[in-house]
């Protein structure tokens, strides 16, 4: 149980000292997997930055990597890695890029790319689609991102115009591409056909859906299928639902319309192997599930192991913490405010969400109390 104010920056400055080492020592070393997601809280949070004066000479031909910027995987593409072949890197932010590639040799030789990073982005077109049109030789490609600052949806026909037709020796595109605050007519939204139908018509199985509203406009989800990513965005209730058994890690949000029962039952079904859900939406619930309802509506998620509803309304730490709303077997972490979670366990007493606190072997608060509750550690008998 602690604070989650840890020391974020020594965590980045260790792994980044871990990473020159491991090249220094090892300058055989052809394949290359440096993640450590177990030390993060957040989905997918990145822990390396690459020096803009690094100096690589390495025969890595595999790379899968995290780190904070932009900048930091320009670095990487600059000419240090002769033989790499393939990149996979996780990216904490895509702004504020200023990094220019020197040595172009990299990035035209490479063969496999795949580039994923949540924190919105308003610079897929001047920084992400340059980068990618220099890939000449690029023959996999996998894009998990969320954009803004654009003036038109990410699209079928953007996808086919911008990328597959600029790309000749493209064999395999993996996508999965939120647009966000495209200020659009509504009565010009295009159909879920028209936003498809350019990528069905060259073979790919695709899925889609577009939401909208005035405030913060429309946005639009597209992503290929079946889906081997193993971490995922939704940002509106329309998600369309599915089966995506390699999804991990799963971040929930909607700043308009709260997520009710049936639709977290949907999530549960489409994610069955779901093992860290984030869940960020301040609206309270519209129809909060009765305790005298049906154990049958009950929703399990049988192997989530970290709960994060910190940004919430304290409506979803009901909704997932009272055992007549949802099962969680495998709880372990929780990411909660304390002084929700003093209401929602009515000051550790409340037998209705003890069965799903009582496994915690980690609560993470946003502040911590100066003297805890005589029966806190009852409550939660691991920590």
């Known amino acids: 149980m602690f604070s989650d104010k840890s020391g974020g920056e020594r965590i980045k400055e260790l792994f980044t000292n871990i990473f020159d080492n491991i090249l220094i020592l090892c300058p055989k070393l052809i394949y290359l997997n440096f ?11 990145p822990f390396l930055t ?14 899968n990597i995290g780190v904070c910027s932009f900048d930091d995987c320009l670095c990487l593409l600059d000419g240090y890695f002769t033989q790499l072949q393939t990149l996979i890197v996780k990216i904490g932010h895509i702004i504020d890029t200023s990094k220019i590639i020197r040595n172009s040799k990299t990035v035209s030789d490479l063969k496999c790319f795949s580039l994923t990073s949540f924190h919105r982005t308003d610079e897929y077109d001047t920084q992400v689609l340059p980068l990618l ?19 038109s949806l990410i699209d079928g026909t953007h996808l086919v115009d911008n990328i597959l037709n600029k790309l000749s020796y493209l064999q395999v595109f993996i996508f999965n591409i939120i647009t966000e605050y495209v200020r659009i007519d509504e009565e010009l939204l295009p159909t879920l056909d028209e936003i498809k139908r ?7 199985d695709v899925n889609c859906y577009i939401d909208y509203n005035e405030f913060y406009k429309c946005q639009c989800h597209i992503y290929s299928l079946p889906v081997t990513i193993d971490a995922m965005h939704i940002h509106s209730g329309k998600f369309q639902g599915g089966l995506f058994m390699t999804v ?45 309802e049906s154990t049958a509506s009950t929703i399990e998620f049988s192997h989530l192991v970290i709960l994060n509803v910190a940004m919430s309304h304290i409506d979803y730490a009901k909704q997932f913490l009272f055992d007549f709303n949802t099962c969680l077997p495998s709880l372990n972490r929780l990411h909660i405010k304390y002084e ?3 209401i929602v366990t009515e000051n550790f007493t409340n037998k209705n969400a003890y069965s799903n606190c009582s496994k915690l072997q980690h609560i993470i608060l946003n502040s911590i109390p100066t003297v805890y509750p005589h029966n806190f550690y009852l409550y ?4």
């Open 340 to 342: 929700d979670l003093v």
């Open 50 to 63: 690459v020096p803009s004066t690094a100096c690589y000479l390495s025969n890595i031909v595999h790379l």
């Open 133 to 151: 049109h220099r890939m000449l030789q690029l023959e996999e490609l996998t894009l998990s991102l969320v954009v803004d600052g654009r003036t």
């Open 198 to 204: 350019p990528l069905v018509e060259m073979g790919f």
């Open 248 to 292: 991990r890690e799963l971040y929930l949000k909607d700043l308009v319309r709260s997520f009710e029962h049936v639709f977290f039952a949907q999530i549960a079904q489409a994610f069955p192997l779901l093992k860290k859900l984030t869940i960020f939406n301040r609206n309270k619930l519209i129809q909060q599930q009765a305790k005298c």
């Open 380 to 383: 939660f008998p691991l920590l």
């Open 35 to 45: 993640h450590s997601q177990d030390v993060c809280t957040d989905i997918s949070r």
